[in-house]
């Protein structure tokens, strides 16, 4: 009988030992040991030791040792309980069914114990932005890749940024709650989880990570840039202008990322336009970046010293194909026999070289590029 000798290490005023054993002998008795823990807890009748949530639920969970530290019986170093992974594994059984209870059990945490941690482990295990943080129903869809969608209502306004599940249950410290989010977005973006990363800035809503968020969302686009049938340019590209839609966002995002997040879906459209080999359309969406002729070479090298370095690491890529566009714009011209058109396009193309050549951004690749489109573009023009 488990319970017996737990009455005896209780009766003995051995408490986390007493939690311990009972935890580890059923399914049953762990659950009756987590609440008799809390119970304790309140009379402050247990020591507790914080430890960082455990990704293992299986191999070494049964061992006592798991959840009791031992101290050293000669000093004030006590025994002390790790209630924390005791919760953790006892809520896993049902977070996703059930998040909010998960979320309340957690925070029965405070005070005594950091729960940034397994509350940032449950948001990330579940992918249950909607009831966790929103206190709305998204009516999410989960992708391939575990990342909650719902992009358009999160970005649209439709919540109460600090109306949700978890900050009814913290009205008194919304600073916590914050950092929960903020926290888990930091976590997803180390493990590679960028969309979810960015969800998660998003829904945190202070400036700062809202600029992250938007940060993020530039360097994916810098990845997504040439056209493909991938789900992840077109996921990408749906957030760009989910974003560039909501002037709330927009609003808080500092003017060098706002304006990195505008060239890059220029830049997009720019590749869109190259892949549907509509030449002249393409060349209207990098005057920005690229010099017309001769006149706007300076400008144009002035202005890439300033870019951000998103737009930067495009650079060699828009190099490449906006030579391309204009070999190719030139060839529809020549067929036309538009000679103006072929005349506009050679000085175009010589701006071009004179702007490659005083910026630090020349490729092998370029270079080729270059060599083998001189041959078409210093045509006969009469």
Request: proline fraction near 3%; aromatic fraction near 8%; charged fraction near 20%.
């Amino acid at each position: 009988n488990p319970y017996l000798y737990t009455r005896l290490l209780l009766m003995a005023e051995e408490y986390e030992h007493a939690i311990g054993h009972l935890a580890t002998t059923g399914r049953n008795q762990e659950t009756d040991a987590l609440h008799m823990a809390l119970v304790l807890k309140k009379s402050s009748l247990l020591q507790i030791q914080h430890v960082s949530p455990n990704g293992d639920t299986g191999k070494g969970e049964d061992n006592i040792s798991s959840l009791v530290v031992l101290g050293d019986r000669t000093s004030d170093d006590h025994t002390t309980l790790l209630l924390g992974r005791l919760m953790q594994r006892y809520v896993r059984r049902f977070a996703h069914s059930n998040p909010r209870a998960a979320v309340l059990y957690l925070l029965e945490l405070r005070p005594g114990l950091d729960t940034v941690d397994y509350l940032k482990s449950l948001l990330l295990e579940t992918n249950n932005y909607s009831d966790i943080i929103d206190g709305i129903d998204i009516n999410s869809t989960i992708t391939s890749s575990g990342a909650s969608q719902g992009v358009d209502d999160i970005m649209g306004g439709n919540y109460e940024r600090h109306g949700g599940f978890l900050f009814q249950f913290c009205p008194d410290d919304p600073q916590f709650c914050l950092r929960v989010v903020s926290e888990a977005a930091k976590t997803a973006q180390i493990r590679g989880n960028m969309y979810t990363a960015v969800q998660l800035n998003l829904r945190a809503g202070s400036i700062e990570c809202t600029n992250e968020a938007v940060n993020l969302v530039n360097r994916q686009l810098v990845q997504v840039l040439m056209p493909s049938n991938n789900e992840a340019r077109k996921n990408w590209k749906n957030m760009a202008e989910s974003i560039a839609k909501n002037k709330k966002i927009i609003g808080q995002i500092s003017k060098e990322k706002a304006q990195a997040f505008e060239q890059l879906r220029y830049l997009l459209e720019f590749f869109d336009l190259c892949q549907e080999r509509k030449w002249e359309n393409a060349l209207q969406y990098v005057t920005w970046l690229l010099p017309e002729n001769e006149t706007f070479v300076g400008p144009c090298a002035s202005r890439y010293r300033y870019l951000d370095a998103n737009v930067r690491d495009a650079f060699p890529l828009v190099m490449e194909n906006a030579v391309q566009v204009l070999r190719e714009a030139f060839v529809e011209s020549k067929k036309r026999g538009d000679v103006n058109r072929m005349s506009q396009l050679q000085k175009q193309f010589q701006a071009y070289i004179t702007l490659f050549s005083s910026i630090p951004v020349q490729t092998a690749k370029l270079a080729q590029l270059i060599a083998s489109i001189e041959v078409t573009m210093v045509d006969v023009i009469p």
